[in-house]
């Protein structure tokens, strides 16, 4: 008599907590027997509670960022005031240089970036990348997961719904945060996953005093070469405001297309055990339970793909010139280009979208805006980021020379087209 009325207790207070999404350790105390400590349960299921907490999205993001800036902090330490006089003297170099290969400016002042302050600019940005990818993602096994359940867990699944969701966002922001977190650890520069996390340019000067330790390339060449190539993008993006928002865009447009496999969720489904609540988190970690790409979606990595190689292939491209008098400038391009390989751009858009970013496409992109810059001037040739429609497709960037015929043969109708687009 008394295990029955212990097991509808039990029963009462899983089902309140996954209808709240909350747990209190007391009741469950109250539940195991005196022989639990109300406290040492508290500690416990902490990190459980944490997945409970109420998600205003189907990422956690309150969560996210205190996962990543505790790992910011655990290593962070304060560089040497030299070394800031020293960041701050190559961005006043880089600024003379650069004006000289281009018009496109920033006039935002420099920013010395710690670690923490890395992770609390990138958290925006990555909301923005990783949001529309979660929320698919969400509403997508939310969708299906009830079509194919076996008729006695619908009962189950139903109350237990608010339970999943907020796990799933406390997870996904946990994997998140410490992705976030670790990225911070190796970044040089505000713009090294493509895309500026704020309107200041900035380098994080520990990892930089840690990069250039034991170099045998000369540091303060590496250091001007990185300030030119942090205002090079940054500069980019200043000057032409639509780039962010079009990435942000096709990111939403590939996470629009996930479809959840509805066999595989049948196949999850078999293994949840309704007495057991844990095995829950089956659905809530479970891999490979989304479809193939569709051949709209693999167009659009392409499109973002091509997007990433463009605005990173013109700032080497620009940032060659510019710094161009550097005695050792192959070395430190040689340097950098190795370190970008296997950089956060690469680690971000694999994690978030499986986009395997092509270090080659890179480098005939850069080539492509050389020939532009050789051919038809840098004033032409920038004013081509002045709308989305006039930039070289990925077949331009393999095939500069018929790019440039097109254009080069009709620049009054390039200018027409330029003026129509803009509205003027």
């Known amino acids: 008599m008394e295990d029955n009325r212990d097991k509808e207790e039990l029963e009462k207070l899983l089902r309140r907590m996954f209808e709240s999404g909350s747990l209190n350790p007391e009741e469950l105390s109250k539940v195991a027997g005196a022989g639990f400590d109300p406290k040492v349960l508290s500690q416990l299921f902490g990190q459980v509670q944490a997945m409970m907490t109420d998600s205003d999205g189907p990422v956690n993001w309150e969560l996210a960022s205190k996962t990543a800036i505790d790992l910011a902090k655990q290593t962070q330490s304060q560089p040497s005031e030299a070394l800031i006089a020293e960041i701050q003297n190559a961005f006043d170099i880089a600024q ?88 911070s650890e190796n970044v040089l520069s505000s713009t090294e996953i493509g895309i500026p996390l704020s309107a200041r340019p900035g380098l994080v000067s520990q990892n930089i005093e840690l990069f250039l330790k034991d170099l045998e390339t000369p540091k303060s060449e590496v250091l001007i070469y990185l300030a030119i190539r942090e205002l090079a993008v940054s500069s980019l993006y200043a000057s032409n405001r639509w780039l962010r928002d079009q990435i942000a865009t096709q990111v939403s447009s590939f996470a629009a297309g996930l479809k959840i496999d509805p066999e595989s969720i049948q196949n999850l489904a078999q293994q949840i055990d309704p007495s057991d609540p844990s095995t829950f988190n089956i659905v809530i970690e479970a891999d490979g339970l989304i479809t193939p790409r569709t051949e709209q979606q693999q167009e659009v990595l392409v499109r973002i793909e091509t997007m990433l190689a463009l605005i990173e292939g013109w700032a080497d491209a620009v940032t060659l010139a510019a710094a161009s008098r550097l005695p050792s400038v192959n070395q430190v391009v040689e340097l950098v280009r190795r370190r970008q390989a296997v950089g956060a751009a690469q680690k971000t858009f694999a994690t978030l979208l499986g986009l395997e970013l092509r270090p080659r496409l890179q480098r005939e992109a850069m080539a492509m805006w050389q020939e532009l810059g050789s051919k038809i001037g840098a004033i032409a040739r920038d004013d081509i980021w002045r709308h989305p429609d006039l930039l070289p497709t990925a077949a331009d960037i393999n095939d500069p020379a018929s790019f440039i015929k097109r254009i080069s043969a009709g620049d009054d109708d390039f200018d027409n087209e330029l003026n129509k687009l803009l509205g003027n």
């Open 96 to 183: 003379l240089w650069l004006a000289e290969q281009t018009e496109f400016t920033n006039s935002q002042p420099v920013k010395q970036l710690s670690r923490t302050l890395w992770v609390q600019d990138a958290i925006p940005l990555f909301k923005d990348l990783a949001e529309p990818v979660a929320a698919s993602m969400s509403k997508a096994l939310s969708e299906n997961l009830n079509q194919v359940m076996p008729q006695e867990l619908v009962g189950m699944v139903g109350p237990a719904q608010k339970f999943l969701e907020n796990a799933g966002a406390a997870m996904f922001a946990a994997q998140l945060g410490q992705s976030v977190g670790k990225l």
